[in-house]
């Protein structure tokens, strides 16, 4: 049983832009921070960015000027702009989201930046 999906993954050209989007199934009730990490081949999962349900923000150091984390807490569904794509952006990203009740987890989307 899915309770997030992302979508919006892709292969794109090193600079260019992706706009992943993540949404919550309505019997995660409750949430307070939603986020997206990252893992690539080889590599431990890392955290990219999260977001509050009040609406304040943090990124990792190397997305830092680059992504942009938002969310609708109405249609509860977090988003995350990326823009200036790199080769070292390539990932499977997941989506999180974390409640008085648990932490859940999407089953990612890839993205993969060519150079």
């Known amino acids: 049983q899915v309770q997030m999906v992302e979508s919006g993954g892709g292969l794109v050209q090193a600079g260019k832009s992706l706009r992943l989007s993540c949404v919550a199934n309505?019997?995660?009730?409750?949430?307070?921070?939603m986020g997206w990490y990252r893992q690539a081949p080889g590599k431990q999962r890392e955290f990219v960015a999260y977001i509050t349900s009040r609406g304040w923000a943090n990124y990792a150091d190397p997305v830092k000027g680059r992504f942009t984390i938002s969310r609708d807490n109405a249609k509860n569904t977090v988003y995350l702009q990326m823009n200036s794509l790199k080769p070292e952006d390539t990932a499977v990203y997941y989506c999180n989201a974390v409640s008085g009740f648990g932490n859940y987890w999407g089953q990612g989307t890839q993205v993969t930046v060519s150079s």
């Open positions: 309505g019997s995660i009730f409750n949430i307070n921070v």
